[in-house]
């Protein structure tokens, strides 16, 4: 009996010989529930090592039939099972339910999963959306932490993840060509995903005043389009691993239309516009999607491997630019961002209360400061001329602020005429 990869070949051959093969769409099932994990939800926007934080799974159910049956929940971390855990709840459609765990996270990213039903003993009419993935990034808090750096690094994280995973080497092989075509679709899609997440998390850390500050909610709207390229790309992965292609036009199509948006938006001066190109780009690689459906379709005139080789040499092209634009952006982000160090000139790594601050940027001929409290309470301004400004961890009556987390907006004018604006944390130690 042949396993699964001797299938596949044989059915790719057969498709090189032009036979005409055609694969029905997934059946779906009507009048029954559909159970999804709508999202997942951390007590803490920052985990922090060693301290525990509550994971909150909301539980939906999609379909037309209401569920009644008991079913199981599972969280895992890194492929690790954490706990599994019953759901009792009568979901009817469009209810939803929540399933609560406590996890102590160890420092570094990590990858979390939740899967309803895990023993699939409620049917469905979709069995294939039970699971949701997102990545979780715990770091201690460091004594002075740009967000909007932060942000900046994010944004090209995610472009350069995506890119490296895009690069593909070509090879003569279409079975193998195409296992390296869906490794990279995955891999894009968890690029995108974790850094969508990365984004939003940093505007809910900031306090009212700051997370309605111009970049953050471009920020969001960068957020927003990462998951939809990472919903697409995933959608693109599964289309090909199924050897069933419209998914994989389709989310070309998606992806074409979110970098056009992309390419349009700029934080504090910093451009993604030269995603435009990749945009017009991603139009021909779905020209070539859609000749790749014609010859799987079984059109006689249409070179099946040529094509697969012709539309994995588009999508490196496509990736190495997003690496490129990514590198631009972080780089960018690096040299505008604002300099920390004590009175001794040492770059700041913890701050003790009434420790004197200087923040340096190079290009400014002003800068104003400003110290919020988590809740959004101004509490203390400074300001200069030139590039430099000292503060003294006091507040606005120059009394040293007690230990804890509070928040800085720092204004600068630069020799261009421009106005930025930096946003970040301060945490002051015992």
Same mark, same amino acid.
């Given at each position: 009996?042949?396993?699964?990869?001797?299938?596949?070949?044989?059915?790719?051959?057969?498709?090189?010989?032009?036979?005409?093969?055609?694969?029905?769409?997934?059946?779906?099932?009507?009048?029954?529930?559909?159970?999804?994990?709508? !999202?997942?939800?951390?007590?803490?926007?920052?985990?922090?090592?060693?301290?525990?934080?509550?994971?909150?799974?909301?539980?939906?159910? !999609?379909?037309?039939?209401?569920?009644?049956?008991?079913?199981?929940?599972?969280?895992?971390?890194?492929?690790?099972?954490?706990?599994?855990?019953?759901?009792?709840?009568?979901?009817?459609?469009?209810?939803?339910?929540?399933?609560?765990?406590?996890?102590?996270?160890?420092?570094?990213?990590?990858?979390?999963?939740?899967?309803?039903?895990?023993?699939?003993?409620?049917?469905?009419?979709?069995?294939?959306?039970?699971?949701?993935?997102?990545?979780?990034?715990?770091?201690?808090?460091?004594?002075?932490?740009?967000?909007?750096?932060?942000?900046?690094?994010?944004?090209?994280?995610?472009?350069?993840?995506?890119?490296?995973?895009?690069?593909?080497?070509?090879?003569?092989?279409?079975?193998?060509?195409?296992?390296?075509?869906?490794?990279?679709?995955?891999?894009?899609?968890?690029?995108?995903?974790?850094?969508?997440?990365?984004?939003?998390?940093? !505007?809910?850390?900031?306090?009212?005043?700051?997370?309605?500050?111009?970049?953050?909610?471009?920020?969001?709207?960068?957020?927003?389009?990462?998951?939809?390229?990472?919903?697409?790309?995933?959608?693109?992965?599964?289309?090909? !691993?199924?050897?069933?292609?419209?998914?994989?036009?389709?989310?070309?199509?998606?992806?074409?239309?979110?970098?056009?948006?992309?390419?349009?938006?700029?934080?504090?001066?910093?451009?993604?516009?030269?995603?435009?190109?990749?945009?017009?780009?991603?139009?021909?690689?779905?020209?070539?999607?859609?000749?790749?459906?014609?010859?799987?379709?079984?059109?006689?005139?249409?070179?099946?491997?040529?094509?697969?080789?012709?539309?994995?040499?588009?999508?490196?092209?496509?990736?190495?630019?997003?690496?490129?634009?990514?590198?631009?952006?972080?780089?960018?982000?690096?040299?505008?961002?604002?300099?920390?160090?004590?009175?001794?000139?040492?770059?700041?790594?913890?701050?003790?209360?009434?420790?004197?601050?200087?923040?340096?940027?190079?290009?400014?001929?002003?800068?104003?400061?400003?110290?919020?409290?988590?809740?959004?309470?101004?509490?203390?301004?400074?300001?200069?001329?030139?590039?430099?400004?000292?503060?003294?961890?006091?507040?606005?009556?120059?009394?040293?602020?007690?230990?804890?987390?509070?928040?800085?907006?720092?204004?600068?004018?630069?020799?261009?005429?421009?106005?930025?604006?930096?946003?970040?944390?301060?945490?002051?130690?015992?």
């Amino acid at each position: 009996m042949m396993n699964a990869r001797e299938i596949t070949r044989v059915v790719l051959v057969i498709l090189g010989m032009g036979w005409v093969i055609s694969w029905p769409a997934t059946p779906q099932t009507e009048g029954l529930p559909d159970l999804v994990v709508e !999202r997942l939800v951390l007590s803490s926007p920052e985990p922090e090592p060693g301290i525990p934080v509550e994971l909150t799974a909301i539980i939906a159910n !999609r379909g037309q039939e209401q569920v009644s049956e008991r079913f199981l929940v599972a969280f895992e971390a890194d492929g690790v099972r954490l706990a599994t855990q019953p759901l009792l709840a009568r979901l009817r459609p469009t209810a939803q339910a929540e399933v609560r765990l406590l996890w102590t996270p160890a420092e570094g990213e990590h990858l979390l999963r939740v899967r309803v039903d895990i023993f699939d003993e409620i049917a469905e009419s979709n069995e294939s959306n039970n699971t949701l993935e997102t990545y979780v990034e715990v770091r201690k808090l460091e004594g002075v932490r740009s967000l909007t750096l932060a942000l900046l690094s994010s944004i090209a994280h995610g472009l350069q993840q995506a890119g490296q995973t895009l690069h593909m080497e070509p090879s003569s092989d279409l079975f193998q060509l195409l296992g390296v075509f869906q490794s990279a679709l995955d891999k894009a899609s968890q690029a995108f995903s974790l850094n969508s997440t990365r984004i939003s998390t940093l !505007r809910q850390i900031l306090p009212a005043p700051l997370a309605a500050e111009t970049q953050m909610q471009i920020g969001e709207q960068i957020a927003q389009l990462y998951q939809s390229m990472a919903t697409a790309f995933r959608k693109a992965f599964e289309g090909v !691993r199924a050897l069933y292609l419209p998914p994989l036009l389709s989310a070309f199509e998606v992806i074409q239309r979110d970098l056009t948006e992309l390419s349009a938006l700029a934080i504090e001066g910093i451009s993604l516009a030269a995603l435009s190109e990749t945009a017009q780009w991603m139009s021909q690689g779905l020209a070539k999607a859609q000749q790749l459906q014609a010859a799987v379709n079984g059109a006689s005139n249409i070179d099946l491997n040529a094509v697969a080789q012709d539309l994995l040499a588009l999508v490196t092209q496509i990736g190495q630019r997003f690496f490129e634009v990514g590198a631009e952006v972080r780089t960018l982000g690096q040299q505008r961002a604002a300099r920390f160090t004590d009175g001794g000139g040492q770059p700041i790594v913890r701050i003790q209360p009434a420790q004197e601050l200087k923040i340096s940027l190079p290009a400014a001929q002003k800068l104003q400061w400003e110290i919020l409290t988590a809740d959004g309470q101004l509490i203390a301004t400074a300001a200069a001329e030139g590039p430099e400004l000292i503060w003294k961890s006091v507040d606005a009556q120059g009394t040293p602020l007690p230990p804890g987390r509070y928040f800085y907006r720092l204004r600068s004018l630069i020799n261009s005429g421009d106005v930025r604006v930096e946003l970040g944390q301060i945490i002051l130690d015992q």
